[in-house]
């Protein structure tokens, strides 16, 4: 029995190990990064990670037209809000979501889930609160790797998603 035991602990041991390395490495790929926006008690935050460009063809390619992407990679990205807004003028309470989008050359859909710590593969439309078109806009010069800021607009924010030569712009407003 005593010999099962340390057994099953060296395998334990084994996969907390192997985990933390194929952690770092993907990591290493794709960073982890923080996009924060915060005037006047209205505040957003995302937590993501940034994919690199690597000479491949990303929208239409890497990221297929029409399909939900994690906006990101590694897990999924998360969007929190401090206080109720609007996105895209549709109402969203505050809390901590993830966030997913729908490319497309005429613009992009945006989705607020209310499921977050997954994989970013792991994506349940059954949790979507909301889903709603955005615009988009050309980007130059084309950016290398991905990446999510905010830009302060009246009554809120503009969230910028931007990666290759395309740009979606997120309206993220006080109700």
Known sequence: ????????????????????????????????????????????????????????????GLIPYGEVWRTGANEATIVTFGQDVTVAGQPVKAGTYSLWTIPSQQGWIVI??????????????????????????????????FEITFVPEGNGTNMLLSWDTTEAVVPIRKP
């Open 1 to 60: 029995m005593k010999r099962i035991l340390i057994i099953l602990a060296g395998i334990v041991a084994l996969l907390v190990v192997a985990f933390f390395v194929l952690r770092s490495v993907t990591k290493s790929n794709s960073p982890e990064a923080v996009a924060q926006f915060e005037q006047n008690g209205f505040t957003t935050q995302v937590n993501y990670c940034r994919p690199y460009k690597k000479g491949r063809a990303i929208f239409g």
């Open 112 to 145: 607020i889930n209310g499921e977050t710590g997954q994989w970013g593969t792991n994506y349940d439309p059954k949790r979507d609160v909301l889903r709603v078109p955005v615009s988009t806009r050309p980007l130059s010069p084309p950016a290398e790797q």
